[in-house]
């Protein structure tokens, strides 16, 4: 169950929810802030400007995307398949709205 906490109405909920689980089970729970993902306005911006980029460039719009992460996105290290680190760009869906604004601009 995935609950948005915003108001003493919905915390309430979530407090009467846990409180009919069934005993002698364990249970997970983790609250972290909410985070509005990228708008789909915002991804159309920046596809139109990538297209542009490309058509001025002659680059394919991937190679410009891509490029464009790797200059002004922070790098993450992750697991590549056969267990090796690879160091690449975050992805521009983790950003959120304002995040994803000021990688924009």
């Given amino acids: 169950m995935k609950f948005t906490v915003n108001n003493t109405d919905t915390r309430a909920a979530v407090t009467a929810y846990l409180e009919r689980l069934p005993e002698g089970k364990t249970y997970d729970v983790t609250v972290t802030p909410h985070r509005r993902n990228r708008t789909v306005p915002q991804n159309r911006l920046y596809w139109l400007h990538i297209a542009c980029i490309s058509d001025e460039t002659g680059s394919d719009r991937d190679e410009v995307h891509n490029e464009l992460k790797r200059l002004y996105l ?32």
Avoid: H, M, N, W
């Avoid at 922070?74 to 995040?99: A, F, H, M, N």
């Fill in 74 to 105: 922070p790098s993450e290290s992750v697991t590549g398949l056969y267990g090796e680190t690879v160091v690449r760009p975050i992805s521009t869906s983790k950003l959120d709205t304002e995040q994803f604004s000021a990688y924009i601009e």
